[in-house]
């Protein structure tokens, strides 16, 4: 069976590939993709990959993922290839980059963070430094690695 016939090709929407093994459903949370809307979702895991030893690939029907919504995943996959198919064709290619700020992707670690409060705020996590990334949480101030928020 090739790695082309493991998830069938779909005719429109959004393909995420080379997704860290593993983060696939990170993947999906971090882009609020809860299978509720209806659209379908193909989640792949531990498919074997060239680049990477092996990847996940998730795959969005009838949905283009705009860069702000994939962005929001350049933590948690940093590799992660997006593709914008119609017509069964790639019609847009892009990676992910990190965005200067992730709005409600990531709690803050720190217990005492009034963003962890039971206060009706966002959790804000400013990127102060995208290579090698390093965030801050806007409430608290602390210093996050990537480590720390995945
Ligand atoms: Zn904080």
Redesign the pocket.
Known sequence: MSKEQLVRKIKEGTVLDHVEQGRALQVLQALNIDGKNGNIVTVAMNVSSKKLRKKDIIKIENRFLKPEETNRIALIAPRATVNLIRDYQVFEKRKVEIPDTFVNVFK???PT????SNEPVSYIIDAVRKNPPLLR??????LLSPNELI
């Not at 963070?113 to 962890?116: F, R, Y």
């Not at 949480?137 to 602390?142: E, H, N, P, S």
Request: hydrophobic share 10%.
């Open positions: 803050c670690p720190n963070c009034i963003s962890n949480c806007r409430y608290c101030g602390r």
